[in-house]
């Protein structure tokens, strides 16, 4: 048997050949986000387990199987691992009395972790983007979320890929309404419910329209609808989101069995979709949640946002050749020699002072296979380094994609000619 240390399944590393189009996108995002007034914030990756107890509900299937959590030893505290990122971010703002002067545009990103079976583009430590709008009442904010989100699949080239889906949930009491109607519905047809609609039943009826099991759709299908029960306030909500949608050429599609996995939300809700990620076809979801602020201990106050699968666009982008090429150093310094190895420590630093992004040669080597790697580099200039050049100081500089002879000069001289050619 292998002694060999692994990560842990569904825990995967990051490696350099995969960091450009992670870097391609975090910068994407940074961007967007600027060009909307959105402010980054940072909260810790353990939180105390009530935190997501008290926001995502108990009888969620997050806060039942997916959570990792542990006592810590030194206080017999119960801590868990964020596994989603509006709890702690709500927690954060009422801790530190953020909406005393209004509304904020807030997002965040960080790993996320929740015990499940690791699938493409969805992993036990996953990363997301989280956006949140609290202190907006006014369906314009619910808007406003999905116009960001389709201008940033334009950005990232998969606009063609995503498809918007929406629905409301209404306020608590049509929800209430709602439950008891699907409860008795429900019993009505208990031989026909699978393990985990049985399970939901009483606690949370409303998850089983949210059933995966192709033997259960006709019945969800069927069963009563939670937009018969919108009063008028949510109704006008609902159809503020629809006609702003309209209003700006996005395309969407009602769906009237799309619920959230996590309790707090109320009105709004969206997801948008793909075809292009097998079953887990979800890559940015989110919606309203008004309740959550004063749930979790502050002065009452409307909240909206999102959060999207860093990890599943991805693999989208890289599936649909949009991952950018790794870009090469602008020059490559090679170096042969004792001398010419401290000198070129010299060298690299003041070639990089004028602007160059300079790769160093390291670990020694001879001249030949040292400009094998220049070349395979991609770097645009080699600056050659030798124990002769060191003691007068001096470099020679060749070209690499250019034929144009090879010179050597004072770095002074050669630095000013290679920003003019």
């Known amino acids: 048997m292998s002694n060999s240390l692994r990560a842990v399944r569904g825990m995967n590393d990051i490696l350099p050949a995969d960091s450009g189009l992670w870097g391609h996108f975090e910068a994407t995002v940074r961007d967007w986000l600027r060009g909307y007034g959105y402010q980054e914030m940072r909260t810790p990756i353990l939180e105390h387990t009530g935190l ?177 029960e919108l009063d008028d306030a949510a109704r006008q909500h609902f159809d503020a989101v629809c006609q702003g949608l309209t209003d700006a050429g996005i395309a969407y599609r009602i769906n009237p069995r799309l619920v959230r996995g996590l309790d707090y939300y109320n009105y709004t809700v969206f997801e948008w979709v793909t075809d292009k990620l097998g079953a887990q076809g979800t890559v940015c979801a989110g919606g309203r949640y008004d309740g959550l602020v004063a749930q ?62 300079v790769l160093r040669h390291g670990g020694g080597g001879s001249f030949k296979s040292q400009m094998k790697k220049a070349d395979a580099s991609g770097a645009a200039w080699a600056v050659i380094v030798g124990d002769d050049e060191a003691a007068v100081g001096e470099v020679s500089f060749k070209p690499m994609r250019v034929e144009v002879a090879q010179q050597r000069l004072p770095l002074a001289q050669a630095i000013a000619l290679m920003k003019e050619i």
């Open 52 to 228: 997501f107890k008290r926001a995502i509900g108990e009888v969620t299937d997050i806060v039942e199987k997916e959570m990792y959590t542990f006592v810590d030893d030194l206080n017999g505290e119960s801590l868990t691992l964020r596994p989603e990122g509006t709890a702690s971010c709500v927690r954060a703002v009422i801790e530190h009395n953020l909406l005393y002067d209004g509304g904020k545009r807030l997002w965040y990103t960080g790993p996320m972790f929740r015990h499940e079976r690791p699938q493409k583009g969805r992993y036990r430590q996953f990363h997301q983007v989280g956006v949140e709008a609290l202190g907006y009442a006014t369906p314009d904010m619910d808007v406003e979320l999905l116009l960001m989100t389709a201008r940033l699949w334009k950005q990232l080239g998969l606009a063609d890929s995503i498809r918007l889906e929406i629905n409301s949930l209404g306020g608590a009491e049509a929800r209430a309404a709602h439950r008891q109607k699907l409860i008795a519905y429900f019993q009505a047809h208990q031989a026909e419910l699978d393990a985990d609609a049985q399970r939901r039943l009483l606690t949370n009826p409303l998850r089983i329209l949210d059933t995966k099991n192709p033997a259960m759709q006709a019945l969800v299908d069927a069963a009563p609808s939670l937009m018969d």
């Open 296 to 357: 979790l201990g502050g002065k009452p106050a409307p909240a909206c946002g999102f959060a999207m699968g860093i990890e599943r666009l991805l693999v989208m982008m890289a599936e649909a050749g949009l991952a950018p090429a790794t870009p090469s150093p602008d020059v490559y310094l090679v170096n042969v020699g004792e001398a010419a190895g401290r000198y070129a420590l010299q060298v690299a630093e003041a070639l990089r002072d004028a602007g160059f992004i």
